[in-house]
């Protein structure tokens, strides 16, 4: 398990800071200048754009936090780690990113993932040229019995149009 770089405390408390005014300071001290941040819902470069994301976020989420749930797992600049948003004790949503620090110490790209992953993929299928979270082409012409885990309670783009149905963020 890895310590995350002390940017990642700027940008932790970005999310979570109420004072508008305050915001841009701590993403001068996280993020570097043109920055690139993609999830489900926005893809942007600059330190800019994601200051006016961070501000739509508290607008929509005036009383929620973002927390890291998990260990942190890192390799080559890179750190693996999950999330959650919550309004007191309701879940908003749960997910996971991956950020990149550059050579100053400041995340310049983050990736983001809402929910949780999707199920395993049946080791007896063959997904070359698919999109191996769609598509189930079995290797024979037998058919073959997909066995879902159990672990995930709902489908992850049903939960993502859930949320976008109860906040405008998502608009």
């Known amino acids: 398990m890895s310590r995350l770089p002390e940017a ?29 941040f993609a999830d489900p819902r926005d893809f942007h470069v600059g330190r800019g754009a994601l200051h006016k994301n961070a501000r739509r976020f508290r607008r929509a989420f005036q009383n929620a936090d973002l927390s890291i749930t998990g260990g942190v797992d890192s390799q080559h600049d ?31 790209r983050v990736d983001g993932f809402f929910g949780q992953l999707p199920a395993a993929i049946d080791p007896n299928l063959d997904i070359r040229g698919t999109d191996a979270a769609t598509t189930r082409i079995p290797k024979t012409k037998e058919p073959t019995e997909q066995k879902d885990s159990g672990s995930r309670t709902a489908d992850p783009k049903s939960e993502i149009r859930e949320l976008r149905a109860e906040s405008s963020w998502f608009t």
């Open 8 to 36: 990642f405390g700027h940008y932790l408390n970005m999310w979570n800071e109420r004072n508008p005014d305050l915001v841009r300071g701590l993403l001068d001290r996280a993020v570097s200048e043109d920055m690139i």
């Open 78 to 108: 890179r750190y693996r780690y999950e999330w959650r948003i919550a309004d007191r004790d309701k879940v908003i949503l749960d997910g996971f990113d991956v950020a990149t620090i550059n050579a100053d110490g400041l995340i310049e």
